[in-house]
């Protein structure tokens, strides 16, 4: 089992910055490919970055290409979403995911390819 707790959302101005963070516990996480997802009031989830266990490989949905950045700290066992730029259409429940891998620059797209969720954390852009 994998325990994830995320924090840092809350309210900001378009335009404004935010820092989430997501700290696991359980299982190493160093083992873990791990994402972060959003869910907008009335809609599915839907991806927005990943990350590898190892290596730094990443990946970004298009909608937040070149605003967000995904980091992890293996020492730590933390992974973060540097959120810059932010418009009103990110307002969204954010949820870190992990998922037990064997490779080490591997990272997924899919919410069915992560085991272990947060509960979630509310981000609302005003406008």
């Known amino acids: 089992q994998v325990q994830l707790v995320e924090s840092g959302g809350g309210l900001v101005q378009a335009g404004g910055s935010l820092r989430l963070s997501c700290a696991a516990s359980?299982?190493?996480?160093?083992?873990?490919?791990m994402a972060w997802f959003r869910q907008p009031p009335g809609n599915e989830r839907e991806f927005v970055a990943a990350?590898?266990?190892?290596?730094?490989?990443?990946g970004y949905a298009d909608s937040v290409k070149g605003r967000f950045t995904i980091s992890r700290d293996n020492v730590k066992n933390t992974v973060y979403l540097q959120m810059d730029s932010l418009k009103p259409e990110d307002t969204a429940v954010y949820y870190c995911?992990?998922?037990?891998?064997?490779?080490?620059?591997?990272?997924?797209?899919?919410?069915?390819?992560?085991?272990?969720w947060g509960q979630g954390t509310q981000v609302t852009v005003s406008s």
């Open positions: 995911a992990a998922a037990r891998t064997y490779w080490n620059g591997r990272y997924y797209l899919r919410h069915y390819e992560y085991q272990y």
């Open positions: 359980g299982r190493p996480f160093s083992d873990h490919a």
């Open positions: 990350i590898s266990r190892s290596d730094g490989n990443t």
